[in-house]
Structures are given as structure tokens and as C-alpha cells.
């Protein structure tokens, strides 16, 4: 396939990639060259599907192969051995001739069935000849569309757009998060079809957060945009955030930015006179620990402080430092004591 320092990547590769069975640099090095271009991509997403078809086929009997086998990436073989009974009478061995005839096709046409179904639900529909899908797996992309919008990726995110935008509108699908920074041109706007809702602009910075299932936060950093539900429309403007019941369609909040819509891409926490239960709460959030306050009067406290790509012992220190405390990490759990600002 493709040669990078030296190595190869194909598809034997791709289907230990998938397997699980590669070394960190061997994952690593997939990771890269499926970034380099939209064709490695493209063979990296049909490997992908090739090896989910492979495991589906897998659990039919008659696919002798395992796709745990070492050599299952080779090939497939498709086998079963009838051994019918002798019949006493004619009349039963014209049922059992008909019999061996048709079960071998039936299944086959099931086990295409279940791989038909499963690509489906997987993938979606399957792209058209103009239609590029960029998934990212443990780390950020980033995509430039040909109209100069630059999208940002999070990990475990999937965007499906056109080759060549139509003439009425630049629409892109979304699945998971991601940053927009979108060109402005009045004559077509920018639309993020999220499924449940959509996002539309003119040209505008700002952040989609749909990996929850049952909500959707768009969050808007430069200029303004419509945010519509199927019953319902909300108009943001500049450090606004407003989060989408999708099961219910309708807006659960419309409020300030938060430190989370942006911490993934940036990595800076901004905190202006935020009392010391929100910055606990942010943190235990973004960086997945717990805190707790030994004093529960301490979280009346106020902070006011900015974070650029910190540690998290960096900020705790700052933390204690400002309001005169005491960090102590008890069984995976930080505690906060002290009397602070009282």
C-alpha cells in the first residue's frame, strides 16, 4: 500500500491494526499514514469494513475460518459436508436431494444479509462516488474543506462531506465533536446536519458536541448561529452555549461558554471569580478524578485564574496556593481542607 520510513502498511497490517495485534509503534505508524491523504483513508475505512465483515461471518457455521485465526485475513472458506441418511423410500430422497441444493444458498444469502445489515448500521448509507468520510480514532484530525473551512476533529469523531459543495449550500454530516472554522460566503451557508438537528451558518468559529446520544451542545466562539431542533430554533451569538434534548426536542439551556466546550481542542481553563465548587467541578470533569472539600464552607470561595495546557498537580497547587490550602490525595481521591477565605 503505502511506504512510510521504511515500512510498509497493507493489509495484513490493517487487519492487526484492527485485531489489536500490533506493537504501540506499529499502531502509531497506521495512525500516521491513514492522516496523509483522503486515498489512505479511504482504504483504511474499507479494511475496517472488510475485517467487521470477516467477524460477522465468523459467527455463521458455515464459514470454517475464525477471525481470531492468524491467518483468517487471507482468506475465507466456505464449506459443509451433508450426510443424509440413507432414505427407505424414494419419496424422502427427493426431499433430501432438494434439501442439499437450497441450504447452501440460503445460508450464504443470509450470511450476506447480516453483512449487508451490519455495514449499515455501522456506516450508514454507503458513500457516493463525490463523498468523503474522515473518522478519527485516539487522536484529533484535521480536515481542510476545498472551500478553506478548517474542521478539528476530536478523537472518535466521523464527518461525511462532498467532494465539491453544490451551488445552494456547503453541507457537512457530524458524528461525535468537532471545531468548525468556516470561510464566509453569504451566497451558501456552512450546514452541519447532526440527524436530530442541524447547524447553519455564514461564516462563524464554533463548537459541536454531539458524542452523548441524548443531548446536543453547540458552542459558538466568533460571529452567530442558527441552532434548530425539529420543533424549535434558537439563534447564538458570541459566548453563547445551548444544549438540545434530542429526545425531547427541545432546549434544556442557552448560557456562557463553559471551560469543557473548548478544553479538548485548547487545553486552557479560564476561570473569572468562579466560586471553588465550579472549578471542582470543571476539573473533576475534564480530568476524570475526584475532589472533595474536607470544609463544605470552602466552596462559597471565588477564583480568578487562567490555565494553559497545565498538569493537573500544577493547578491543585495553584488552587491551594491562592485560597490557602491543603491537597491530599486519599485513596485516588484529592481532598481540599483548610479554612480558605474565611
Known amino acids: 500500500m503505502s511506504d512510510k520510513n521504511g515500512h510498509i502498511v497493507n493489509d495484513e497490517m490493517l487487519y492487526r491494526y484492527f485485531a489489536k495485534e500490533l506493537s504501540e509503534i506499529e499502531e502509531a505508524l497506521v495512525d500516521d499514514w491513514k492522516i496523509i491523504s483522503e486515498e489512505n483513508q479511504r482504504q483504511f475505512d474499507e479494511a475496517h469494513v472488510f475485517y467487521l465483515d470477516m467477524k460477522a461471518l465468523a459467527s455463521i457455521e458455515k464459514f470454517e475460518n475464525d477471525v481470531e485465526d492468524e491467518k483468517s485475513w487471507e482468506k475465507f472458506k466456505i464449506k459443509k459436508e451433508f450426510k443424509p441418511k440413507t432414505p427407505s423410500t424414494q419419496e424422502p430422497q427427493q426431499e433430501e436431494s432438494i434439501s442439499k441444493l437450497r441450504l447452501p444458498y440460503f445460508n450464504i444469502a443470509a450470511a450476506i444479509g ?39 476533529l476530536n478523537s472518535h ?13 456547503r453541507r457537512v454530516r457530524l458524528k461525535g465533536e468537532a471545531f468548525f472554522k468556516v470561510s464566509k460566503n453569504p451566497e451558501k451557508p456552512f450546514i452541519v446536519d447532526l440527524g ?17 446520544p441524548n443531548e446536543i451542545t453547540v458552542s459558538v466562539e466568533e460571529g452567530k448561529v442558527s441552532f434548530m431542533s425539529a420543533s424549535e430554533e434558537k439563534i447564538l451569538t458570541a459566548g453563547q452555549s445551548a444544549k438540545l434534548n434530542t429526545q ?12 469543557e466546550a473548548n478544553f479538548w481542542r485548547t487545553k ?18 475534564l480530568y476524570d478524578i475526584s475532589i472533595e472539600l474536607d470544609n463544605p464552607q470552602l466552596s462559597d470561595c471565588t477564583l480568578t485564574v487562567s490555565f494553559e495546557n497545565e498538569k493537573l498537580e500544577n493547578i491543585l497547587e495553584v488552587v491551594s496556593t491562592t485560597l490557602n490550602l491543603e491537597v491530599t490525595l486519599i485513596d485516588e481521591t484529592y481532598h481540599l481542607s483548610g479554612n480558605g477565605c474565611q
Do not use: C, M
Open 157 to 169: 469523531s466521523e464527518i461525511t462531506y462532498l467532494s465539491s459543495f453544490d451551488e445552494k449550500e
Open 196 to 212: 436530530s438537528a442541524t447547524v447553519k451558518v455564514l461564516g462563524t468559529a464554533f463548537n459541536v458536541n454531539s458524542v452523548d
Open 114 to 152: 447480516v453483512l449487508i445489515i451490519i455495514s449499515w448500521v455501522l456506516f450508514g448509507p454507503s458513500l457516493s462516488d463525490d463523498e468523503y468520510r474522515i473518522t478519527s480514532n485516539n487522536s484529533q484530525d484535521e480536515v481542510e474543506l476545498k472551500d478553506g473551512s478548517h474542521v478539528t
Open 268 to 285: 486552557s481553563l479560564i476561570f473569572d471569580n468562579n466560586r471553588l465548587s465550579e472549578v471542582i467541578a470543571d476539573l473533576e470533569n
Open 248 to 259: 425531547t426536542a427541545q432546549f434544556e439551556s442557552i448560557s456562557e461558554i463553559s471551560n
